[in-house]
């Protein structure tokens, strides 16, 4: 499944839905937020800046709904995993960085 350009693995039903990421070091994503679902992300491995605000690997960052991720730089190649409750797949919006 490719999605905002990303490949991803998806595990999902009306409730949440889960997925997997590995962005690559030096990447940047554009600013985004959602309406309606809270999104809760796990940095398994790597280090990464959401917000200006460092995380490492084992870090745990919650977006809530309305609540705008913004510079999101890749320092180290990464590996998350990704909550977002409940699911809506067209619940993603571009912001201002």
Request: charge should be negative; aromatic fraction near 8%; glycine fraction near 4%.
């Amino acid at each position: 499944m490719v999605c905002w350009g990303l490949s991803l693995s998806s595990i999902q039903d009306k409730s949440f839905r889960s997925l997997s990421k590995n962005p690559s070091r030096g990447e940047k994503w554009e600013a985004h937020y959602h309406k309606e679902a809270t999104e809760i992300n796990l940095l398994i491995r790597g280090k990464m800046k959401v917000n200006d605000i460092e995380l490492n690997s084992g870090d745990i960052f919650i977006l809530s709904p309305y609540e705008v991720a913004s510079n999101i730089t890749y320092i180290e190649d990464c590996e998350m995993v990704i909550i977002k409750t409940p699911s809506i797949p067209t619940d993603k919006f571009e912001a201002e960085d």
